[in-house]
C-alpha cells in the first residue's frame, strides 16, 4: 500500500500569520493533535478526516497551484505550501510528504506545536514552531530540546492573550538567547470564555488576565522586544470560525 496520510482539509488562502504573511498558500490541514490548547480553532481537525495518498496530495496541490505558474507567469515561487493541523508531526508520512513538495520546488512551511522532535524534517522545511504559554495550558509539553534544531529560516511563534502569557515569552526570549536563533513572533488572541470553549480544550488556568493588543504592542516597544507583532490576518479577512480559509 502506498503512503499515506489522513487529511482534514486542502484549500488556497493567504497566509494568515508569520513572516510570510498575506501570501497565497496552500494549506495541507492534517487530522489529529496530541495537545488541548485553550484557545485551538481548530478542533474539528482532531478527529475529521479522510485517508489520502501522498500522490493524490501532491497531485492536489499541484492542481491549485497551477494559475501561479503559467507561461510567463512571474510568480513560479508562489503559492507557499503549509502543512498544519492538528498536529503535522503526529503522523510519520508528513516527513515524506514535506520531502515530495520541497523536490517539486515548493517553498514548504510546517506550523507544529513544539511539543513534537522537529530534527528529522526536512532541511529545506521552514518550521513555524510555537512555544506554548502559559495561558494555553500545555505550557509543560514544550519540547526545549527543539531549541538546538531551530536554523535562521525557522520561526518561533508565541500566541499572547494574556499579561502572564507575554511576561512568559519575554522571559523565554531572555533565558534562552532567542533572537539569535531564528525570529520571532507574537501573535495577539483573546482568550476564550469558558462558555465559548469546546469541552475537550483545557481551561484557560486560573489566575490569567488577558492583555489587549495595544497593550501588547507597548509592552514590546516600551521593554524593546526583538519580536514582530501579528495578528491572525485570516480572522481578520473571514468570519472568525470560518473553515478553508
Not at 495537545?35 to 489520502?52: I, Q, V, W
Not at 508531526?89 to 517553498?107: A, E, I, V, W, Y
Request: aromatic share 6%.
Amino acid at each position: 500500500m502506498s503512503e499515506s496520510l489522513v487529511v482534514n482539509e486542502i484549500y488556497l488562502s493567504l497566509q494568515g500569520e508569520s513572516t510570510f504573511a498575506g501570501l497565497p498558500c496552500i494549506f495541507i490541514r492534517l487530522t489529529a493533535c496530541n495537545l488541548r490548547c485553550s484557545y485551538c480553532d481548530t478542533a474539528y481537525a482532531f478527529t475529521e478526516g479522510k485517508r489520502r495518498s501522498l500522490e493524490e496530495i501532491v497531485a492536489e496541490v499541484e492542481k491549485l497551484a497551477k494559475r501561479f505558474q503559467g507561461e510567463g507567469f512571474k510568480f513560479q515561487k508562489l503559492p507557499l505550501v503549509e502543512l498544519t493541523g492538528g498536529e503535522p508531526l503526529l503522523q510519520p508520512n508528513s516527513l515524506p510528504l514535506m520531502k515530495r513538495l520541497c523536490d517539486t520546488g515548493f517553498t514548504v512551511l510546517l506550523e507544529t506545536s513544539g511539543a513534537l522532535d522537529i530534527a528529522p524534517v526536512d532541511g529545506r522545511v521552514r518550521r513555524i514552531m510555537d512555544l506554548k504559554c502559559p495561558s494555553s495550558g500545555e505550557v509543560g509539553r514544550n519540547c526545549w530540546a527543539n531549541l538546538k534544531h531551530l536554523k535562521a529560516t525557522d520561526e518561533i511563534k508565541f500566541v499572547i492573550g494574556t499579561v502572564q502569557d507575554y511576561e512568559w515569552a519575554k522571559a523565554q526570549i531572555a533565558e534562552h538567547n532567542l533572537a539569535t536563533l531564528c525570529p520571532l513572533l507574537c501573535s495577539w488572541i483573546t482568550p476564550l470564555q469558558p462558555h465559548q470553549q469546546d469541552k475537550v480544550l483545557k481551561p484557560v488556568p486560573a489566575g490569567q488576565t488577558p492583555i489587549t493588543r495595544l497593550d501588547l504592542v507597548e509592552r514590546i516597544i516600551a521593554d524593546a522586544l526583538p519580536v514582530r507583532f501579528q495578528l491572525q490576518m485570516h480572522k481578520i479577512v473571514w468570519a472568525p470560525d470560518q473553515r478553508g480559509v
